[in-house]
């Protein structure tokens, strides 16, 4: 694919399967994919536009890939 965006679409023909387990916790794919459009939407919402910095400032906890596939989704 020639962009991650295209990359996240791919990702859907995986919806019910696990794409995070932490510890004694699972999210599968669709939440997954459903967690960072929320998060991407809240960016768009707080003013982020295409071409703009962001940084995803955290441990590696389940909440990064979130983070990251939102930025590149707004």
Not at 5 to 19: C, K, Y
Not at 34 to 55: E, S, T, Y
Request: net charge neutral.
């Amino acid at each position: 694919p020639p962009t991650l965006r295209e990359v996240f679409a791919l990702s859907a023909v995986f919806g019910a399967r696990d794409f995070l387990v932490f510890e004694d916790e699972r999210a599968t794919n669709n939440a997954f994919r459903a967690a960072a459009a929320k998060f991407a939407h809240q960016l768009i919402a707080d003013g982020v536009k295409p071409g703009d910095r962001v940084a995803v400032i955290m441990r590696n906890v389940p909440e990064w890939p979130v983070s990251f596939w939102g930025a590149v989704l707004a």
